[in-house]
């Protein structure tokens, strides 16, 4: 089998099952989130989704991770997107509930950062809490855990214990694991809103 036939452009880890499932729900003219902005690289992939009547906002607590998705942006003439140093657990703030289509979170570190500034579940929960309520119906969330080092292991249980107990009338949860890699992969979850 030819593995590009079967991954369509996209590769078979972690941010590629979440670009390629936020690319079957996002729609021109949508509304989408990246709830850690990092490097910026699914912001401006959100913006390319949405095209330019779209919005996009953007959201993290470094101010490194803030000027590295602005640069990024501009170096690409994105204009769509709003990028904001504050915490994804006020993105409240920003958008009314059942606004928006796609919610990116990618729970860890900043890529090539200080290891020792990592998401915690104190914040990250409640973040979670805030981006179902955001959602519009069949709208998507995608929360790519990333454990082991400095951070360990307490943001995943919590997480992972969490979304156990998201109500199965209102959501779709599915959580995968790579089961034959070693050291401690990403895990994807993909939670869907029903309609």
């Not at 991770?65 to 006020?90: F, I, M, P």
């Not at 914040?123 to 069949?138: F, K, Q, V």
């Not at 080092?149 to 949860?173: C, F, M």
Request: proline share 7%; net charge negative; aromatic share 10%.
């Amino acid at each position: 089998m030819n593995p590009q036939a079967f991954n369509h452009g996209f590769p078979f880890n972690s941010l590629g099952m979440t670009h390629r499932f936020a690319a079957e729900v996002v729609r021109p003219g949508d509304l989408c989130i990246d709830a850690t902005a990092g490097r910026g690289r699914d912001t401006a992939f959100l913006c390319g989704l949405v095209g330019p009547s779209g919005r996009v906002l953007a959201f993290d607590i470094q101010p490194e991770a803030v000027a590295a998705t602005r640069t990024l942006l501009d170096e690409k003439g994105l204009t769509q997107a709003e990028v904001y140093c504050d915490s994804h657990h006020n993105m409240m703030q920003y958008a009314a509930p059942g606004t928006v289509r796609c919610i990116l979170f990618n729970f860890g570190w900043l890529p090539g950062g200080d290891h020792a500034c990592y998401t915690r579940p104190e914040t990250s929960i409640p973040a979670i809490e805030a981006g179902l309520e955001l959602l519009m119906e069949d709208g998507l969330m995608s929360l790519c855990i990333y454990s082991g080092g400095v951070n360990g292991y307490g943001e995943r249980d919590a997480i992972l214990q969490y979304v156990e107990t998201i109500d199965p009338k209102r959501y779709t949860v599915i959580t995968t694991r790579f089961a034959n890699r070693t050291g401690d992969p990403p895990i994807p979850v993909f939670i869907v809103k029903r309609g």
